[in-house]
């Protein structure tokens, strides 16, 4: 099986997932990265939930569960990602605390520059049953560490430095691309989806149920790491969506770049994009049920 993808398409990808990161960073400031520093606790355990739980554990449960190698290797490449940008929407929404929501964004993205390559290496060569394929593939860590510096940290540092030098246009251009951005990368997929339903049809049955298994480990990750810790609600909610909404397109991107023959990962990242902005708008509705003043951001944050 083939999926069919050209090379401008590829261009494309790279702008959306670059401009998504441009516009959460406009209302990002040097404060938010002194807040993390001051009152570290709650990024600290989103991100040990983000790069050390969520793909330590899906090694293991890929490994234990004999999933095919090239699915397996996809839902390890779609654990090592950082969190996605709508996570940020999806967390104002449940009524959670945002600025640890950006805070993480923010770090995870800069750490994604080291953590995806290596732990994609790492756990990729653990599990026995994907050791072969990544070794077939002769991965280039440092080729995947430079794609995600254009795509994620320029765009952040250059949103920055745009948000500084241009506060009025950052905060009237922040919201409205997002919701730009995520309408044109859900039609991206949907396009992608629609050229290539002969071979996600084919193997449905198998990347559906491994996505929603996935994507019910990394919210219960997030939400048993934020809960032991004892950390407010809002710092909980923030937490737990971070963790569960992945920047897939990230995957997506690395894949098509060096893996473009690899239909079965470019098709777990693919249906991972679409489901978890199913289960984050879900989870978000059922969190803004509960009284908004039990779910209020701490100003000491």
């Not at 409205?176 to 049955?205: E, K």
């Amino acid at each position: 099986m083939e999926v069919h993808f050209g090379s401008e398409n590829l261009l494309i990808l790279n702008v959306i997932l670059a401009f998504m990161m441009f516009g959460v960073s406009l209302s990002l400031t040097g404060d938010d990265f002194r807040r993390v520093l001051k009152r570290p606790d709650a990024p600290i355990v989103g991100l040990l939930a983000q790069f050390v739980l969520l793909p330590a554990a899906t090694c293991l449960i890929t490994w234990y569960f004999d999933v095919d190698p090239e699915l397996a290797l996809g839902m390890i490449l779609v654990s090592s990602c950082p969190g996605g940008s709508f996570s940020n929407i999806m967390t104002w929404l449940g009524r959670a605390n945002v600025a640890v929501s950006v805070s993480m964004t923010a770090v995870s993205s800069l750490a994604a520059m080291i953590m995806t390559p290596f732990n994609f290496s790492l756990y990729g060569w653990l599990n026995p049953n994907t050791r072969a394929i990544l070794t077939d593939i002769q991965l280039d860590s440092m080729n995947i560490l430079i794609l995600v510096a254009l795509v994620l940290g320029l765009p952040l540092v250059v949103g920055m430095l745009v948000g500084k030098t241009f506060p009025a246009f950052a905060e009237k251009a922040q919201k409205p691309m997002r919701y730009i951005t995520l309408m044109v990368l859900l039609l991206f997929v949907g396009v992608a989806f629609g050229n290539n339903m002969d071979v996600f049809l084919a193997t449905a049955n198998r990347i559906v149920g491994l996505v929603v298994m996935q994507n019910l480990l990394a919210l219960g990750l997030g939400a048993m790491a934020a809960g032991i810790t004892g950390l407010p609600r809002g710092d909980r909610r923030a937490i737990t969506m971070e963790v569960g909404i992945q920047n897939s397109g990230l995957a997506l991107a690395i894949l098509f770049t060096f893996f473009p023959d690899a239909s079965e990962m470019i098709l777990i990242a693919a249906f991972w994009g679409v489901w978890h902005l199913i289960s984050g708008l879900l989870l978000a509705w059922w969190w803004s049920r509960s009284p908004a003043q039990e779910d209020t951001c701490r100003d000491a944050y």
